[in-house]
C-alpha cells in the first residue's frame, strides 16, 4: 500500500517558478526507493496527461515535451518524497498535478494506466 500527498501548487505568473513535493507513505515490506514515480496533470476538460517519471535512482528522466527544459523531476529517498521543478511556467501549464507509482513499474512509462497509486492533487495556476 502507498500513499501519496502532493503540496506546492499555488498561482504564479507565467514566466515564474513553482516546486511540487509529493510526501510518499509506503507499507508491505517495500520502501520508496523501490518505486518509480511520476507527474502527471490534468486540466479542466482535458484527459490526464503525463509530464515526468523518474527510477529508482533518479538516472535519466522521462519528460512530456511540452515541459521538456523547463521542468526538473528529483527524489530524496531518504526523505520519501519526489519533486517536480518547474522554471518558465505557461498559462498551458494550469491543471491539477498529481504524483503516482506503481506496484510493478520497473521502466520509465507515460501510460497512466500503469499506474495504481496516486495522489489527491494539488492546482497549479498560471496566469497571463
Known amino acids: 500500500q502507498v500513499q501519496l500527498v502532493e503540496s506546492g501548487g499555488g498561482l504564479v505568473q507565467a514566466g515564474g517558478s513553482l516546486r511540487l513535493s509529493c510526501a510518499c507513505a509506503?507499507?508491505?515490506?517495500?520502501?520508496?526507493?523501490?518505486?518509480?514515480m511520476a507527474w502527471f496533470r490534468q486540466a479542466p476538460g482535458k484527459e490526464r496527461e503525463f509530464v515526468a517519471a523518474i527510477s529508482w535512482t533518479g538516472d535519466v528522466p522521462l519528460y512530456a515535451d511540452s515541459v521538456k527544459g523547463r521542468f526538473t523531476i528529483s527524489r530524496d529517498n531518504a526523505k520519501n518524497t519526489v519533486y517536480l521543478q518547474m522554471n518558465s511556467l505557461k498559462p498551458d501549464d494550469t491543471a491539477v498535478y498529481y504524483c503516482?507509482?506503481?506496484?510493478?513499474?520497473?521502466?520509465?512509462?507515460?501510460?497512466?494506466?500503469?499506474?495504481?497509486?496516486w495522489g489527491q492533487g494539488t492546482q497549479v495556476t498560471v496566469s497571463s
Open positions: 503516482a507509482t506503481g506496484r510493478t513499474i520497473a521502466t520509465l512509462t507515460a501510460e497512466p494506466a500503469k499506474y495504481d497509486y
Open positions: 509506503a507499507s508491505g515490506g517495500r520502501t520508496f526507493s523501490s518505486y518509480y
